[in-house]
């Protein structure tokens, strides 16, 4: 954290000892003028919108890459084709595509079948990055789960539970210590990737960006400040997980 | 009892791809009768009695549990006639200690409380003779208590047929003894048991019937004195001079 914080002092000094040509502004985001106050307020409000929806769609994802996940384990062949088939078509979509799909696309398909639905930029935007990123949760729930061997099925199956309490007492667990390390990957990938939600009108960190640099026309200061804005909820994301790695025991290695 | 035979099969057969690795198997197992199945490896130990407990699935034939046909597909096999199983790995779930290990199948499947399941393993504790451990993750423990914590564990569901897939296998040969002493005192207790093992000192103190298998057959079955006095065929011969002269 300090070191980060060197860092980010080293940058806003630049400003004053800038060139002579005045190639950095930090005027437009200083906190103690009334604009530049102004417009980091507007900035950071941003906060808001891309918290919620990357935390809404993390959940979202969570919860639909696991049903996706779980028939990639059964014996039925068509339940494990299902699987393959949403995993393989859902992330070869890239995410903008997708998302100008859902947003302008989707209200036209529901309409058609004769739902009335409007999808806003907060809603559309949420169901593209749960949907796109719940291919990727549902590998790695696949893995993690796949990763836990077969004798501890069996093993719960001699002790009498069914398919439900083995998941829940055994298998998942053991699978969840694995898991979280790269789940918490994909939630910094969403929180990154809700940037995209700005091209559809949400007023996120990146929307707000893109706000005041067509007002201000100071790219370089404010997408600084934006990157660092970034960064900020990746670290606390990052530490957290930390944390919760610890309470589980993910960090300590495997031991059967 | 109502049946005299605790497992009955007839003509069981399964292959895994074009491998045939049980051929028409018959045999019935009293209620009460100690077998021991030998055998070289891949002769189909272990898939029988997986096939018993219904872990694994089979191609033709039938498997009677005390009466009634056993059936593999079934998600969950609670029943009067519990069927409990020790492997060679002894498979314990290593995010649990090991009263934990002991109380998940009464608590979840048998739906004990947490009281009463915390006695009945407490109890089987001592019967292995590992009370001290009983707050130990498996990890913790040796290979010879963590086979011991198994077989409790799989006695904390009552069982009235005890299956070993090869309990020792996997243990240093310091460990074996303090295992199958405990499998021995089982047997004197009077459990109707199915044990695959190597170990013929064991098999000679505890069986009622040693079964000798190979290439997916029943090549031959016998007393152990008669077993080991007088084996009939040139296949068990060969296999336990490999076997009883190292």
């Known amino acids: 954290m300090f070191r980060i914080l060197i860092l980010i002092l080293t940058i806003f000094s630049l400003s004053s000892c800038s060139s002579p040509e005045g190639t950095w502004g930090w005027y437009v985001i200083d906190p103690t003028t009334k604009a530049g106050w102004t417009n980091i307020k507007f900035l950071i409000g941003g906060f808001y919108?891309?918290?919620l929806l990357s935390i809404i769609a993390a959940f979202l994802s969570i919860?639909?890459?696991?049903?996706?996940?779980?028939?990639?384990?059964?014996?039925?062949?068509?339940?494990?084709?299902?699987?393959r088939i949403y995993v393989e078509f859902i992330r070869s979509i890239p995410l903008l595509p997708m998302l100008f799909w859902v947003f302008y696309g989707l209200p036209v398909i529901l309409k058609s079948m004769g739902i009335n639905a409007n999808i806003d930029a907060f809603w559309g935007a949420i169901i593209t990055l749960a949907i796109s990123?719940?291919?990727?949760?549902?590998?790695?729930?696949?893995?993690?789960?796949?990763s836990i061997s077969k004798g501890q099925t069996e093993a719960a199956k001699t002790i009498g539970l069914n398919y439900y309490q083995t998941m829940r007492y055994v298998i998942m667990p053991q699978a969840l210590r694995r898991i979280l390390p790269p789940l918490a990957n994909q939630f910094i990938y969403i929180v990154k990737m809700s940037a995209f939600a700005s091209v559809i009108g949400m007023q996120e960190l990146t929307r707000r960006a893109n706000e005041i640099v067509v007002t201000e026309y100071r790219p370089?200061?404010?997408?600084?400040?934006?990157?660092?804005?970034?960064?900020?909820?990746?670290?606390?994301?990052?530490?957290?997980?930390?944390?919760?790695e610890k309470k589980l025991g993910s960090n300590e290695s495997a031991n059967n | 009892m109502e049946n005299t035979f605790a497992v009955e099969i007839q003509g069981l057969t399964k292959s895994f791809k074009?491998?045939?690795?049980?051929?028409?198997?018959?045999?019935?197992?009293k209620h009460g009768e100690k077998v021991v199945i030998c055998g070289p490896s891949g002769s189909g130990k272990s898939t029988l009695i997986r096939c018993i407990n219904g872990l694994e699935e089979f191609d033709n034939g039938k498997i009677l549990i005390s009466g009634k046909p056993q059936n593999p597909a079934k998600e969950s096999y609670v029943s009067d006639f519990h069927v409990g199983m020790v492997f060679q790995q002894f498979n314990l779930f290593p995010h649990l200690s090991v009263i934990e290990n002991l109380k998940l199948g009464p608590m979840k499947s048998l739906g004990m409380s947490e009281k009463d399941a915390e006695t009945r393993a407490r109890k089987l504790l001592e019967r292995v003779k590992i009370p001290e451990q009983a707050l130990k993750k498996p990890n913790q423990?040796?290979?010879?208590?963590?086979?011991?914590?198994?077989?409790?564990?799989?006695?904390?569901?009552?069982?009235?047929?005890?299956?070993?897939?090869e309990p020792t296998s996997a243990l240093d040969p310091e460990m074996i003894s303090e295992v199958l002493e405990v499998i021995v005192d089982l047997a004197r207790e009077g459990m109707t048991m199915v044990v695959v093992t190597?170990?013929?000192?064991?098999?000679?103190?505890?069986?009622?019937?040693?079964?000798?298998?190979?290439?997916?057959s029943i090549v031959e079955q016998n007393s152990p004195s008669m077993f080991f006095k007088n084996p009939q065929t040139a296949r068990c011969k060969k296999f336990l001079n490999q076997i009883l002269h190292h």
């Open chain 1, 133 to 146: 990123d719940s291919a990727f949760t549902a590998e790695i729930y696949r893995a993690g789960i796949q």
């Open chain 2, 18 to 29: 074009d491998f045939r690795a049980l051929d028409t198997i018959d045999l019935n197992i």
């Open chain 1, 49 to 51: 919108s891309t918290i």
């Open chain 1, 63 to 83: 919860f639909i890459g696991l049903i996706v996940a779980l028939p990639a384990m059964s014996d039925n062949k068509l339940l494990k084709l299902f699987n």
């Open chain 1, 220 to 244: 370089l200061e404010i997408y600084t400040l934006l990157i660092f804005e970034y960064l900020i909820l990746v670290l606390l994301i990052s530490f957290g997980v930390r944390y919760l």
């Open chain 2, 198 to 216: 190597h170990e013929m000192g064991f098999a000679r103190k505890v069986a009622d019937r040693i079964i000798f298998m190979d290439e997916g």
């Open chain 2, 141 to 165: 423990l040796s290979g010879g208590q963590q086979q011991r914590v198994a077989i409790a564990r799989a006695l904390c569901m009552e069982p009235k047929l005890m299956l070993f897939d």
